[in-house]
């Protein structure tokens, strides 16, 4: 399969800073990448839709001024926590959308970033 | 109504055993239906996609889809303690790329 590549892993960071976590597609090009946070125990939930060139799409709830997401190449998307929370604390996950040669376009997901806020 | 829905299990089998796990869907338009596999901590990884009424196996898994019931299965033969994991279906439909999660069902192979 595709592979999808993120960075950091793990994240500590201070309260009130700003982090950025990477995404990149390492095999193919990604016009379109997708963010999502998972808490402890619960599922997946989509933050945004990362389209290359154009803003991102947020979902119902997600603050784009605190979550930044660029996408300024087919291959890399950049997630950006502003002003940073406790509460944000979260397990941060990237996925991009294949869409080569096959019946349809298949996601894959990067592997993740662990963000810790003191 | 969710617009996937899985049971949260656990779905508890022994090892050699088929597991079976089952996902419903609410848009009639969806096209494309995916399984993921999430270990604790790690992200999600493929297991196999399915867009046409009926089964598709891999190795040890089987996708069925049923697309007049809006149902779609993952079968799990020989299941193994590795297995041990949970199941995520996603569900893509007509004229957008972003999937839809079901929330997930927590599969345990006991030896």
């Known amino acids: 399969g595709a592979v999808v590549s993120q960075h950091p892993s793990w994240v500590i960071c201070k309260s009130g800073t700003s982090v950025k976590i990477e995404c990149r597609s390492l095999?193919?090009?990604?016009?379109?990448m997708f963010w999502y946070r998972q808490f402890p125990k619960q599922s997946l939930m989509l933050m945004a839709t990362s389209n290359e060139g154009s803003k991102a799409t947020y979902e119902q709830g997600v603050e784009k001024d605190k979550f930044l997401i660029n996408h300024a190449s087919l291959t890399l998307s950049t997630l950006t926590v502003t002003s940073a929370h406790p509460e944000d604390s979260s397990f941060y996950i990237c996925?991009?959308?294949?869409?080569?040669?096959?019946?349809?376009?298949?996601?894959?997901f990067g592997e993740g970033s662990w963000l810790t806020v003191v | 109504q969710k617009e996937v829905e899985q049971n949260s299990g656990p779905l508890s089998v022994p090892e050699g055993a088929i597991a079976s796990l089952n996902c419903t869907y609410s848009?009639?338009?969806?096209?494309?239906f995916f399984w993921y596999r999430q270990y604790s901590g790690k992200s999600p990884e493929l297991i196999m996609f399915i867009y046409s009424n009926g089964d598709k196996e891999d190795g040890r898994f089987t996708a069925q889809l049923n697309k007049a019931s809006q149902y779609v299965s993952l079968l799990i033969r020989d299941s193994q303690p590795s297995d041990s994991a949970t199941y995520l279906c996603a569900v893509r439909g007509g004229g957008y790329n972003k999937l839809i999660f079901g929330a997930g069902t927590r599969l345990a192979v006991h030896p």
């Open positions: 095999d193919f090009q990604a016009t379109t």
């Open positions: 848009d009639r338009g969806s096209q494309s």
């Open positions: 996925s991009a959308l294949w869409t080569g040669a096959g019946p349809g376009n298949t996601i894959y």
